[in-house]
């Protein structure tokens, strides 16, 4: 057990652009921004290091606020993790786990008397207690795997997860044994074309557009496929989507609700229709398990068993209260995402939770879900995450969407090319054959999942977060979230 203190952050963040737009909920994406920070400890007997963590700053997912623009959502995010950074600073010496779990009430406190969720509030921590970890592996020489699986972290049962006292938290991370290979699974959203039909123009960089050519030049066995809460409209592009994926011998996919439907009976009502429609036999036989389709504002309100009775559901924008997993069990849910976004301690704490209920009889899972990863740090720390969770598939997007490095210096993909040659090909491009990732090299990396460091440089300094005079009007008169 090393317990440390943290003695210095410093938050940047960059630009980037997407090569072709992508839609979830109600924002359609064309370009972004991602946070970067870095973390100085020093550990009890004297010892020094930097670690590191990347996120992208996402508009309306973590607050789907229609009163808020864009750019608020980007500043609620970089408000919270003003906010983690200025308490861990006066926090004093604990270890990995306890940084965390000591600080989570206060914090979630802290930024609800700000008006931001626990979601967000979720996002800022998570960037903080990660790249503190990273600074502790690398200062051990270690990587994520051998750190978790020895507990260099000390996670214990705590007060914060009171459901799990007296759970053997030593036992559950001796077990870890990460894959050197996992499966990417493919998100396509709500405006991704099908097929050449369904595009005006051609970005012609090299890289798939259609999902005829994802499905012909990465060969993915595993989809997520989102609906848009529309029963007519999602069961007619659930059809054409299926007459490119019935072409495959076998493949395996998800459903996301994406928060679309406002109760848990219009979600079980496009699954009866989608059971009305012979043409997404193939496709519903293919559904493994549906993802947050209820609003979260009564995700939690409302029982799941109808639907749940014909897939298991998972929750996602509804993890926000680390009691929500429990919550959503009571109410016939079976799963919950992981998501570096919310906290690698979280997961942890989730995965525990499976595993305990699991123990007693029950069917309970972590899924891996995240879109936003981009290449480097962002989808290398979370690789390294789902990898240490023992999770065989995990949702991949980011090098869909973004052309590998593009926005970075060269000498950076160059690094990171070389450091993991099994992630990287061609144009420092991640490397996906058969639907598989290769990633002997994220789970070996000293640290949380990276053998390089990105160029520091050549990023800007983030501003100060706009969020605090709006906070207090916000606070005074909410408005409820809607999908």
């Keep these: 057990m090393t317990r440390f203190r943290i003695l210095e952050t410093e938050a940047l963040e960059w630009p980037f652009t997407l090569r072709m737009p992508f839609r979830f909920g109600v924002i359609t994406v064309t370009e972004g921004r991602q946070a970067v920070l870095r973390v100085r400890i020093r550990t009890a007997d004297g010892r020094e290091g930097w ?30 993790l003003e906010l983690a950074c200025a308490a861990s600073l006066a926090a004093g010496e604990n270890t990995a786990f306890g ?110 557009e259609t999902l005829e050519e994802v499905v012909a030049g990465y060969r993915h066995g595993w989809w997520k496929l989102k609906v848009a809460g529309d029963i007519a409209g999602d069961v007619d592009r659930l059809c054409r989507i299926a007459s490119v994926l019935d072409r495959l011998h076998g493949y395996h996919a998800s459903l996301d609700g994406n928060e679309q439907y406002a109760d848990a009976e219009g979600a079980l009502a496009l699954w009866r229709a989608m059971e ?34 014909a897939r298991p559901v998972i929750i996602d924008e509804s993890d926000g209260d680390l009691g929500a997993f429990v919550a959503a069990k009571a109410l016939g849910y079976a799963g919950v995402s992981s998501k570096a976004c919310k906290g690698i301690w979280r997961s942890f704490v989730n995965h525990a939770r499976c595993a305990a209920w699991n123990a007693d009889g029950g069917r309970f899972f972590l899924s891996g879900e995240d879109l936003t990863t981009l290449a480097g740090l962002s989808v290398q720390q979370d690789l390294a995450l789902v990898a240490a969770l023992g999770l065989t598939h995990v949702e991949r997007n980011g090098h869909h969407f973004v052309d590998g490095f593009n926005g970075r210096p060269m000498m950076e993909a160059a690094r990171f090319q070389a450091a993991h040659p099994d992630l990287y090909g061609p144009g420092s491009r991640l490397t996906i054959r058969e639907g598989m990732l290769e990633i002997g090299s994220v789970v070996d990396a000293p640290g949380i999942g990276a053998a390089a460091l990105p160029d520091f440089v050549a990023m800007d300094v983030m501003p100060r977060a706009i969020w605090t005079d709006f906070a207090p009007r916000r606070s005074a008169a909410p408005v409820q979230p809607s999908a």
Aim: proline share 6%; aromatic share 6%.
């Design 276 to 309: 009305a429609e012979p043409r997404l036999a193939r496709l519903r036989a293919s559904i493994l398990y549906i993802e947050q389709p209820v609003k979260r504002a009564r995700a939690l309100e409302t029982g799941m068993a109808a639907l749940a009775a």
């Design 99 to 208: 940084h965390w779990a000591d600080r989570y009430a206060p914090h979630v406190a802290a930024c609800a008397a700000e008006a931001l969720n626990p979601l967000i509030a979720s996002f800022g921590a998570s960037l903080l207690d990660r790249a503190a970890l990273d600074a502790l592996l690398r200062i051990e020489g270690l990587s994520f795997a051998e750190g978790m699986r020895a507990n260099l972290g000390a996670m214990a049962p705590h007060a914060v997860a009171p459901d799990l006292a007296g759970f053997d938290f030593d036992a559950l991370l001796a077990r870890i044994h990460p894959p050197r290979r996992i499966a990417a699974r493919h998100t396509v959203g709500l405006v991704d074309p099908i097929t050449a039909a369904d595009q005006s123009a051609r970005v012609g960089d090299g890289l798939p």
């Design 51 to 80: 670690g590191v963590a990347a996120e992208s700053l996402a508009a309306k997912w973590f607050d789907k606020d229609p009163a808020l623009s864009d750019t608020q959502n980007v500043e609620q995010l970089r408000r919270a």
